[in-house]
């Protein structure tokens, strides 16, 4: 078998190429999902100014005294809003595994432009546009994430379109799935460790993501992300600087009718001969489609050999339950 890796892939002919190009850049991306789901992205056009601006405002909020910012602890396993502390949360649970606290916290927002249209206030609704909740300090935070909120959610639906494309479907078929959609910005810092982790303790324990598609910006520290391969090695995620990381997750697996791989990944803890270094701060847009969305197998994913294997589902509800599983029940306890 061939040694898996993640490719390092020029979106920029999606934007300003040809047909012809758009459609070889279709084709890379289709190989690439099929194989390893995960892509290193660059001509994507976001502007760096932005991203430092999310990045460098993100580090003073978590530099804050911890009652600070538990002053904006998230409210409740099913709101991801708020901030998330130290080791409060095991992504490995999504799978029913089980380890010792991530060694992360977090701060994370949701959809920036609700309206007053029902859909955003309807019983299914849920928690999915549960209000944010933002810091005192420092000042700019909240109209950096937002800014940057509504250049993700952009790239994902333009994103989804490539997609559309890679699977052999008309360039806007996604569009009316992804344009409501319950979204999660969420800026996670991996401090320099004190003392030695737990056994089977890590930065990040191994998961997969939940809905449509992840863009991350990574920060590049020892002790970072790595994709595990079909062949069973854990592999490093390139770092290129302003690059960002783009993966499918769960729900697009399982829209592909796994013709596309939602691939587990985990961030590991640094080495011992560099902890001064490894701060490490991770801005993660998790595309979510809209709750509503109905996710059942793609026409193009399916045939008489090959038929459907997942039951229907919509979006918010396979959400809500990955959120769920996950969470320490003594993050809530006061
Ligand atoms: O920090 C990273 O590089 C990855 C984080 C991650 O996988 C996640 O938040 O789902
Ligand atoms: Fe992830």
Not at 22 to 34: F, G, P, S
Not at 181 to 208: D, F, T
Not at 238 to 248: D, E, R
Not at 267 to 280: A, H, I
Request: charged fraction near 25%; charge should be negative; aromatic fraction near 8%.
């Amino acid at each position: 078998m061939a040694k898996a890796v993640v490719p390092v892939i020029d979106i920029s002919p999606w934007r300003d190429g040809d047909p012809a190009a758009r459609r070889a850049l279709a084709a890379e991306v289709d190989q690439t999902c099929r194989e390893i789901g995960f892509m290193v992205i660059g001509g994507h056009g976001v502007d760096p100014g932005l991203i430092d601006a999310v990045e460098t405002l993100s580090r003073a909020f978590f530099d804050l005294p911890l009652e600070e910012k538990m002053r904006i602890v998230r409210p409740a396993p099913d709101v991801t809003r708020g901030y998330q502390p130290f080791k409060a949360e095991v992504l490995a649970r999504s799978r029913g595994a089980d380890a010792a606290g991530d060694l992360n916290e977090s701060l994370m927002i949701g959809p920036v432009d609700t309206t007053d249209a029902p859909y955003y206030s309807a019983a299914a609704a849920g928690k999915h546009f549960a209000a944010n909740l933002w810091p005192e300090r420092p000042a700019g935070l909240r109209q950096a994430y937002e800014s940057y909120y509504r250049v993700m959610d952009a790239l994902a639906i333009d994103l989804m379109r490539l997609f559309a494309l890679a699977l052999d479907l008309p360039e806007h078929y996604f569009d009316a799935s992804v344009d409501r959609s319950i979204s999660r910005l969420r800026v996670r810092n991996y401090p320099a460790p004190e003392i030695a982790p737990e056994p089977g303790q890590l930065r990040a324990s191994a998961h997969s993501d939940y809905g449509s598609l992840t863009i991350l910006k990574t920060e590049d520290r020892p002790g970072g992300l790595q994709v595990l391969g079909k062949d069973g090695a854990w592999l490093d995620v390139p770092h290129l600087p302003g690059c960002f990381v783009v993966n499918i997750g769960d729900m697009l697996a399982r829209w592909t009718n796994d013709r596309w791989v939602s691939t587990l990944h985990r961030v590991v803890n640094p080495p011992l001969d560099r902890l001064g270094e490894s701060r490490r701060q991770s801005v993660v847009f998790f595309q979510n489609p809209n709750y509503d969305a109905v996710v059942s197998c793609l026409p193009s994913c399916a045939d008489p050999a090959n038929p459907p294997k997942y039951p229907t589902t919509t979006a918010g509800g396979h959400l809500r339950e990955k959120f769920l599983s996950t969470q320490q029940a003594i993050a809530y306890v006061d």
